[in-house]
């Protein structure tokens, strides 16, 4: 049986992953400013946006009912935040002060990386939950 995958959820996780994000990074503007750029928190900001949308193209729709969609759902949400993170690199710099541009590149890629990670161990997580409480309801 087709189950929703709760957003709330991993809206919740999300909330909570960013605001560690962001407690990490306001330490790093604290203890190495030099290396650090003060668009950090805009950069948590615009990855929690984007995360938030492309979970909701994911987990819209049951998991379970239509594997092809699920997957078609999770490529088109990957392509969303590919290009949403180019545009939002491109734009910054080209409006950007030149002496940050580095330390803002690294710090976003770092970011990247981290939520990437974050989106894809709650996927399996959630993946794996599901297809085992399937497979307990049909051993029953």
């Not at 929703?4 to 330490?27: E, G, M, Q, T, W």
């Not at 938030?52 to 594997?67: A, E, S, W």
Request: charged content about 15%; hydrophobic content about 55%.
């Amino acid at each position: 049986m087709a189950k929703k995958i709760p957003i709330k959820k991993f809206s919740v996780r999300l909330i909570v992953f960013s605001a560690v994000v962001a407690v990490l990074s306001v330490i790093m503007q604290l203890a190495l400013p030099q290396y650090s750029t003060p668009t950090l928190p805009f950069i948590v900001l615009f990855f929690f946006v984007v995360s938030l949308f492309t979970l909701y193209i994911v987990l819209r729709d049951d998991i379970g009912k239509n594997q092809r969609r699920f997957v078609s759902s999770y490529m088109l949400s990957r392509l969303v935040k590919f290009f949403s993170c180019i545009l939002f690199v491109v734009l910054y710099l080209l409006l950007c002060p030149s002496g940050d541009r580095i330390p803002f590149v690294v710090a976003f890629l770092i970011i990247y990386f981290l939520y990437a990670i974050f989106e894809v161990v709650v996927l399996k997580k959630e993946n794996e939950s599901q297809y085992s409480s399937e497979e307990k309801n049909k051993q029953a």
